[in-house]
């Protein structure tokens, strides 16, 4: 049996400097424990944080035809549920799967792919997890919910289930400039919430996001160096479109005024 660590909360204000890019301010939110409401509060300042207008995914709208042993499509929150929010695998082949239902007969927590994974993930909102098969490693991209239009937010969160040594995010502009790292409290056979919010003008185009270091496969068992590690809520900023720099505003603007001037050249020149 692993040692339980005592359950931890706190939000930190942590400031770097990075190159071409504002001076960063990201506020941390990171909590860790038992069970959900080891993180509960944390999670609840966090939303507060986002805004009325913030998006969330908790997994458990998701069909049973679109649950393990099922894949989920990689733009179901967004072409499907309108919540702007694109999976991106790490590796071609790569999948992203939804756990089953208690009625489905498949096998809760991804316990059809182990049986031992029934034992270690819990839920953060019952009852469904989510995972990407294939890597431990995937990107979310953001659009106008229902549309193809980029969209940038100003901050990402993730609950994380049985974190034992590694769980993080990675940050990007909509120029896909590093923002910054953050790394999840550890809470073995428990829960763990991390989110971030950048309040000096950064807008997050894109989160890596790093869910322990061992895949789920059948025969693939935690504990030791291996972390395997589920996700339960992503709760983020609305998404917003991504604004056209003002250079290339401006290059528009100019090769517009080119092509009526050549257009007028012409009509003069047939006079």
Avoid at 17 to 22: D, E, F, R, V, Y
Avoid at 132 to 141: A, E, F, K, P, Q
Avoid at 160 to 183: I, M, T
């Amino acid at each position: 049996m692993k040692a339980r660590l005592l359950p931890v909360v706190f939000a930190t204000f942590a400031t770097s400097w990075l190159p071409g890019t504002a001076s960063a301010a990201p506020v941390v939110f990171s909590a860790a424990g038992a069970n959900a409401a080891s993180i509960q509060a944390t999670v609840d300042v966090f939303r507060a944080a986002l805004g009325a207008t913030r998006r969330e995914i908790n997994w458990d709208g998701v069909p049973d035809g679109l649950a393990t042993p099922n894949n989920l499509p990689a733009d179901f929150f967004n072409a499907t549920v309108p919540r702007g929010a694109i999976f991106v695998p790490n590796d071609p082949g790569d999948t992203f799967q939804v756990s089953a239902d208690a009625g489905s007969g498949v096998g809760v927590e991804f316990s059809n792919i182990d049986p031992s994974y029934d034992d270690i993930f819990q839920t953060f909102s019952a009852e469904r997890l989510f995972t990407s098969r294939g890597d431990t490693n995937m990107d979310v991209l953001f659009r106008v919910p229902g549309t193809n239009t980029p969209a940038s937010v100003n901050g990402f969160g993730v609950v994380f289930s049985d974190v034992d040594l590694n769980a993080r995010l990675r940050f990007f502009d909509v120029n896909d400039v590093f923002l910054g790292e953050f790394f999840a409290q550890p809470f073995n056979l428990g829960l763990s919430f991390l989110g971030v919010i950048f309040n000096a003008g950064e807008r997050v185009g894109r989160v890596h996001i790093i869910s322990g270091n061992t895949v789920m496969n059948l025969g693939n068992l935690d504990g030791g160096t291996a972390d395997i590690v589920a996700m339960d809520d992503f709760i983020y900023g609305d998404p917003v479109a991504v604004a056209v720099p003002e250079p290339a505003l401006s290059l528009l603007v100019l090769s517009g005024m080119a092509w009526a001037v050549r257009r007028n050249t012409a009509r003069r020149a047939k006079r």
